[in-house]
């Protein structure tokens, strides 16, 4: 019997673990669901106060990422509360990445955006007030300005260079976030590829024999 009883009492402490991973998986997708929601509503909404004061810190610091960051969130949200499985580990990095993704497009932006000429701090500089001062909200903000002019000072100033640098990295980023891997991208770019060449070549088969017939 006091077996039994030890036994029982192992198997309730080992189903607690368990069920705190879950609630804390549970806080951090409400808590993301919230801050997005916010973040949006800040970014859309104009006002005054500390309202007005985070708006244009946040524009400040992303630019149009300041649009683009809560939509990831949301998504992110959403797509964690239909993995059951998921640790809270893996979602801390799936925010990172998240982060990543709005970090490398607001520098991507930059570069479109941006005068090479510019000294590197004085387009940081720049970025940083397109919001405050003139009320831009497309472009990369000072962050993108950091990540877009380190790599046009790596490239001499040359945006064509840079952009290519910049998207391939953002193509690795998001191959890892969705878990693609070449091989599946091969397949679903070869298969429509496929069907399209079967379709054609039927079509000039039906063709070439209109033509036979009519001779």
């Known amino acids: 019997m006091a077996t039994n009883k030890k036994n029982s009492t ?3 402490n080992q189903k ?4 705190n991973g879950k609630s804390n998986k549970q806080l951090i997708m409400i808590l993301m669901f919230a801050a997005s929601l916010l ?3 800040i970014a859309l909404i104009d006002a005054g106060g500390l309202w007005g004061m985070l708006r244009t810190l946040l524009f400040g610091l992303f630019g149009f990422g300041t649009f683009v960051f809560p939509l990831l969130l949301l998504a992110l949200s959403v797509v964690l509360a239909l993995e059951r499985n998921e640790k809270s580990q893996k979602v801390f990095n799936k925010l990172i990445y998240a982060f990543a993704i709005t970090f490398l497009l607001s520098a991507i932006i ?3 955006n941006c005068n090479p000429e ?4 004085e387009a940081v ?3 940083y007030e397109d919001f405050s001062i003139d009320g831009k909200m497309t472009g990369g903000g000072a962050l993108g300005a950091l990540l877009g002019g380190l790599f046009l000072l790596i490239t001499g100033g040359n945006k064509l ?4 640098i910049l998207f391939i990295i953002l193509f690795v980023v998001i191959m890892v ?4 891997t070449i091989a599946n991208i091969y397949r679903g770019i070869s298969k429509p590829v496929k069907k399209i060449g079967e379709f054609t070549g039927e079509r000039i088969s039906e063709y070439s024999d209109q033509v036979e017939s009519y001779h």
């Open 10 to 12: 192992a198997k309730r």
């Open 177 to 180: 976030v969705t878990g693609l």
């Open 39 to 41: 973040w949006l509503c």
């Open 118 to 121: 510019s000294g590197y701090f």
């Open 161 to 164: 260079a840079s952009l290519i």
């Open 16 to 19: 607690k673990p368990m069920g």
């Open 110 to 112: 930059h570069i479109f």
């Open 125 to 127: 500089g720049i970025a």
